[in-house]
């Protein structure tokens, strides 16, 4: 999730402690650009055990990023705490940024993964094919990652998963505009690669009732996504916690020790 997000600031600290109130056990802050890493990991120093950053450039930042701005990145890689880079990809559906930078700041992310040890937190969207050809291109210095907020074809599904990639799911899947065929994929995903996130502020569930009048996600509604996965993955919501729980905190190599027993989804959510 995007913690660090403006639209977080009148009130964060409520966020999180709200996240707390509905059992979500641990937040991974993903950091967008190098002014992002750096305040990510300023809040994670906050809430030591309950928070993780990630450090990296989104593929919208591209054409902005500056040489400095590699250096903060390259250093905040090597910190406990950031258990991830990113996030990095292709976007080419909206043009925040020219293709070939995104390309440039994506290959020099992959390096950096495979230097510091740390797993991929991907974005992609409208640019399969090139995505796809760069992380083949790793060939076995492939660093694992997780493709985020998955909302793609079966197609894509099948190459990633043959990549070794997990799959990241949002609320997208409440959507019934545009992710009811996610329903459809969910039992292709194993669930030893399945996780789950809110990509807040954006992608506030469909579903969620009654919604929050700011029209903004927050962590305090993932289990609102995990209870529908679990209804249509014929779970309890309880066993797939303990699942994606289990998974994330193995993908991103976070201590469990230390960490609450897995969140209990509940149908019901607080009223941010
Ligand atoms: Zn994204």
Known sequence: ?????????????????????????????????????????????RFPGFISVTAGIHPHEASHAESGDWEIIREYSRKPGVVAIGEC???????FSDPKDQ???FENQLLLAGESGKPLFLHERDAHTDFL????????TRPKGVLHCFTGSQDELE????????????????????GNHLLALLHQIPLTRLLLETDAPYLLPRTLAPKPRNGRNEPAFLPHIGSLIARHLNMSPEELARIVC????DFFGIDPIDQPSPSIFHAETPSP
């Open 133 to 140: 050809a760069m992380l083949r291109a790793c060939g076995k």
């Open 1 to 45: 999730m995007n913690l660090t997000h403006p639209r977080f600031d009148p009130d964060r600290d409520n966020v999180i402690a709200r996240a707390q109130a509905s059992h979500v056990i641990h937040l991974i802050a993903t950091a967008c650009h190098a002014a992002g890493t750096q305040d990510g990991y300023a809040l994670m120093q």
């Open 89 to 95: 990809g292709l976007d080419y559906f909206r043009h």
């Open 246 to 249: 289990d998974n994330t905190l």
């Open 159 to 178: 190459h990633y998963l043959e990549l070794g990639l997990w799959i990241g799911l949002t609320g997208w899947i409440t959507d019934e505009r545009r």
């Open 103 to 105: 390309r440039v700041v």
